[in-house]
Structure formats: C-alpha cells, structure tokens
C-alpha cells in the first residue's frame, strides 16, 4: 500500500467494488446519519464519499476535526445501496467503509467557507488565495489556463514556430505605459525595466534569422485595474513571423483560435476567416475600435437630415460641425416613459448633454422633439433607420470625437437592456487600417496614434507625399464579444521609414538613436519584412471560463490598487538594502505625515 494513497478522489468506481484502497485529502463536508459519518473527501481530481462507523476507534476523534483538515483513509470500496446513487459525481457509485485514518495537516477555523459559496469579500478572499483556490470554480478555471497554455504550444509548435525565452530585466522604453523600474546595484543611478512587452526582443529575433517565434510572455506595466486587464503582470502569446503579410498572420491567428475556443467551449463562432472592419468604420458605426459584434446596434449617420430643421439643437449643432447620429432601438414602444429616462440618465452620465429620442408607435410618431420635425424630416429618419412599428431611435448630437464616446457608451447598455447580446456566441472581428498619426488634444501636434513601430501603408513614398493625418498603418486588434485581446502590426524594418515616421512625430534621429538604438542599428545590417501579434492570455481564458472578472482565472492576482494582499506586496525594504542600491526614500507629504502619526 502505499503511503499517502493508492487511488485518487477521482478514480474509483463500481469495478473496484471490493478492493481495499488508501485515499488523501481534504475533508470537504461532514454529515452525521444516526451516529453513521459520512465525509466527502477531496482532492485535486475530485470527491470520493468515505463511511465511518461508530464502532471504530478512531471515531471519537471526529468531534475535534474541522473541514480543510487533510487526512488518509484506508478502507474497503462498497456499492452505495440502491436510491443512494450519487449521479452528480463520477465516484457516484461506491463509497469507501474506513478502516483505518491518519491526520495528515489539521485545518483551524477558515475565514470563510470552501464547500459553498458565502459570497466572502473580495479582499479576504485575495488574503486567503490558496484556501479561495480550493473552491471548485476557481480550481477548474486555474486547470482550463493550464490547459490554454498547453494547447497553444501544441498548436504554435505544430505549425512551426519556435519558443524562445526573451529577457526580463531590460532597458525602459517609451511604450504607453509606465514602467516597473529595478534599481541597479552594480551601476548606481541607473535602473533595468521590467518588459512591457518582448517587443524589441522578438523583433531581434527576427533580424537573426529564426523565422516564426513564439513566447508565451510575462508582461509588466504600471497601470490601473479594469475588469478585463490585470494592474501589475500579465501574460500574452508573443508571436512573430518574418517574410509575413498580414493576411498571413491573421491566418495564423485566426487558425489558433478556432483550434481553442472550439475545444475549451461548447459556445458558438463563426470560423475563420473573422470579420474585417476599419477602424473608421468601426468608430463611427459602434463608438469603440472594440466593438461586441453580438449586438445588432449600431449608429447611423443622420446629420444631413437635421442640417436645415425647426430643431435648433441639432440645427445649430450640425452647423457647428457636429454631427447627429442614431441608434435603433428595436420593439420598444411598449416600454414605459422610465426606460426611456433611464437611457437617458445614463448618456448625461457618460457626458451627454441629453439624448433625444422618436418612438413609431405605427400610427404616430411620439417624442418632445416631434413638433419640431417635418414630414419630410421624420420620414427620412424612418427610412435611414429601417424602422419598423414599435422601433424607436435614440439621437446623440455634439462634436464626432464626443458623439463616439457616447455612442460607445450608449450601444453596449442599451444592448444589455434589450436583452439583445447572446451569452452563447462569441463574435471575432479584426479592426484594421488604424491612422499611423493623430492630433495630440492638449498640445496640437501630431504624435503616433497606436504603435510607432508599424509599416506605414504605403512605405516612405506615403510619409512624403500624404497629409500624416490620412496615413494608414498596418496595424490590427482582434476582438472578441467587445474585448480586445490582442494588437499587432506589420513592423516598420526599414530605417529611413522609421527615422522618417518619428521625424513627423516630433523625434529627430538622435532620439530614435537613444531609445531604439539596439533595434535600428540591427535593420542598418539585414532586417527581414517582419510582423506579428500578442494574444492576451488572461484575457482568452477569462472568455473561455465565461467570467466577468479577470482576477478569476489567475492563480495570484493583485487587487485593484496593485497589492498582493496574500504576501503583503509591496512592502518597506530595509534601510541596508537601500544603501546597497544607492537609493533613498522620498515620501509624498501626506504618506509621510501617516508614517509619523503610527500609520493611523
């Protein structure tokens, strides 16, 4: 026998009837059937239900037992009588009649409970992460992220790629985001970052002839918690590809995900290839350059129509240089006036100044602003709508850039509220054709608008002869159910495009020298046309494990303000190893007042 357990919680079954066995694991509940105890034992693998009865010696040490406490049970494995059948476990069919136990770790009082959900706030439970992983959501959705990583390694190896590990301590780069900086001990003031991404890496690799790489890679940036992107680290699939369209990598990419969302989800998707849409387009139709393509609403543009009307709010809007787009609401006559209302509150929220709306009830149109429409004008509408009886449209008018942002706003909640999003799809699209320049709104100047390491369209002869505002980039998103999880780009390779393009920018050659030194001095000796993409891998799991929430498909996760409350991180350092980096604490006045008044 051996000496913690010969089978697992998972194992047994009817074929073993008869066998004596040894088991391990966690007491998951205790139920007391006229003196008989019944324990459901757990392990990694799953529950096996342990009897034991009043005549054996170790019984009397059940009433100082808790559960969480691991012990090891041999016995003999016996069919559950008739009617005592458990369908919902795999083990469902025996029961092992203890023989013998050893208390292996005894468990004190839990903070919180394993075997149901008492709904514990979010900060014990990160307290206590280890005990919140036991629970069985959480356990299956770290076991589906094991198995993630493991099928895209399959997949990326099969189709001859690469793994590469690329550095972690590395050198701070204007990237988007902040940097963790690491303090130098050998080189006093000078500091190593944490990579944001591997990207400068992976194009290296290009450049040294290795073709298709890939990484699954941990990434670190100082930025704030949302519901869909974790503070602090993260992992993507870092992949690249030389000699490589774009047309290429989405293949590629599109390849992968139809591979593991159709194993690791029962949910429906169209097959490749994904919806293209240009990140123009995609602005003015959804407000967002991520839009869920599961709901079928969707602005549409209206501003002519409202250009010469009796409605001076969008008139003197439209003159303006506003735009006025509408949304359609579907089959929402019968609502009441505080749907309406609410939808209403919702965009003033978000920014709006107000949100007019036309309901078509089929024998009249109904709204405040009806008055002021003529015939002509509400038809238009009813038309430019495709608007049926029951429907309605919802108006948002101002300055395009905020009619976006409300829209992208708008669309979503409205969606929710109409019940029009199918929580059994998932909807793919690429976003491409982003602009390669924007204007910066607080200084006016022109900057890079997404990633200043992308192809131009259209290769130098479109930086010299185009306005830099109308310049397109090779430069993509795949989304999924209105979440980005992943951009890209066809890089930029060539120096003089490169010293060009950040020349537009505002960056002389001596600053692309400095910053990028390592990557253009490589392209000055042989650079392969290269591109590639990074799928977010928190992000794919947390589609696939259906969870609203990021932090529920990593193992240890910060909170929100970026603590890991578990091993109190971050914490003070001592005043040694201070002196060893060469550094010195400087306090914000209202941190340091704390410190001096006891932490209060």
């Not at 990140?279 to 350059?289: I, L, P, Q, T, V």
Request: hydrophobic share 40%.
């Amino acid at each position: 026998m051996a000496e913690y357990r010969s089978n697992t919680c998972a194992e047994l079954r009817k074929a073993d009837v008869g066998k004596t066995v040894k088991l391990a694991g966690w007491i998951h509940s205790v139920r007391d059937h006229g003196g008989v105890i019944f324990i459901d034992l757990r392990d990694h693998y799953g529950l096996t239900q342990v009897v034991i009865d009043p005549e054996r010696e170790f019984y009397q040490e059940l009433e100082r037992w808790r559960v969480e406490t691991v012990v090891s049970f041999t016995g003999k494995v016996v069919a559950r009588a008739e009617g005592t059948v458990n369908p919902k476990l795999v083990t469902g069919e025996i029961e092992v009649v203890a023989e013998a136990m050893e208390v292996l770790g005894e468990a004190e009082v839990l903070p919180f409970l394993i075997a149901k959900d008492d709904h514990a706030p979010e900060a014990l439970r990160l307290k206590y992460r280890f005990l919140d992983l036991r629970r069985e959501r959480l356990h299956q959705n770290i076991l589906l992220r094991s198995r993630v990583i493991a099928e895209m390694r399959r997949y990326m190896t099969g189709i001859g790629f690469n793994e590469f590990q690329t550095p972690i301590l590395t050198a701070s780069s204007p990237e988007g985001a902040r940097d963790y900086l690491v303090p130098s001990r050998l080189h006093p003031g000078k500091f190593y970052a944490l990579p944001q991404a591997p990207q400068q890496f992976k194009q290296l690799l290009m450049v040294a002839g290795f073709d298709r790489y890939f990484q699954i890679a941990p990434c670190f940036r100082d930025e704030d918690a949302r519901a869909d992107r974790s503070p602090g680290e993260f992992y993507q699939l870092d992949m690249e590809m030389s000699f490589a369209t774009q047309d290429e990598i989405f293949a590629v990419v599109e390849g992968l995900f139809v591979d593991v969302f159709s194993k690791f989800s029962s949910k429906k998707f169209d097959g490749a290839p994904f919806v293209r849409i240009p990140y123009r387009e995609a602005m003015r139709r959804f407000g967002s350059d991520k839009p869920d393509l599961r709901n079928p609403l969707e602005m549409i543009d209206v501003t002519e129509l409202f250009r010469h009307c009796d409605f001076k709010a969008f008139a003197s809007t439209v003159a303006a240089g506003g735009v006025v787009r509408a949304i359609k609401a579907p089959q929402v006559a019968g609502k009441p006036r505080k749907f309406f209302d609410d939808m209403i509150k919702f965009a003033q929220e978000n920014g709006a100044r107000g949100m007019a709306y036309i309901i078509w009830t089929g024998s009249e149109e109904k709204s405040p602003i009806v008055k002021f429409l003529s015939r002509e004008v509400l038809d238009g509408l009813k038309a430019a709508g495709g608007i049926a009886d029951g429907d309605a449209l919802f108006f948002l008018a101002d300055q395009e850039k905020v009619v976006q942002k409300l829209g992208g706003a708008v669309i979503p909640e409205l969606g929710r509220q109409l019940g029009l999003i199918d929580p059994e799809v998932f909807k793919f699209c690429w976003i491409v054709d982003f602009p390669m320049f924007e204007t910066d709104e607080e200084t006016g100047e022109i900057c890079f608008s997404h990633n200043p390491f992308s192809m131009p369209q259209g290769g130098m002869a479109a930086l010299e002869k185009q306005d830099p505002l109308e310049v397109l980039a090779y430069q993509y998103d795949i989304v999924c159910n209105g979440i980005e999880l992943s951009s890209g780009a066809i890089r930029n390779h060539r120096p003089e495009i490169m010293y060009r393009a950040f020349e537009i920018a505002g960056y002389d050659r001596s600053v692309v020298d400095e910053k990028f030194g390592g990557m253009i001095n490589a392209f000055k000796l042989g650079a392969p046309p290269h591109g590639g993409i990074a799928p977010g891998v928190d992000r794919m799991v947390m589609l696939l494990a259906d969870e609203p929430n990021i932090r529920e498909v990593i193992a240890f996760p910060f909170n929100q303000q970026a603590q890991d409350l578990m091993m109190n991180a971050p914490a003070e350092v001592t005043v040694k190893q201070l002196r060893e980096l060469h550094l010195q604490v400087v306090l914000p006045k209202k941190e340091k007042e704390k410190l001096e008044k006891g932490g209060e």
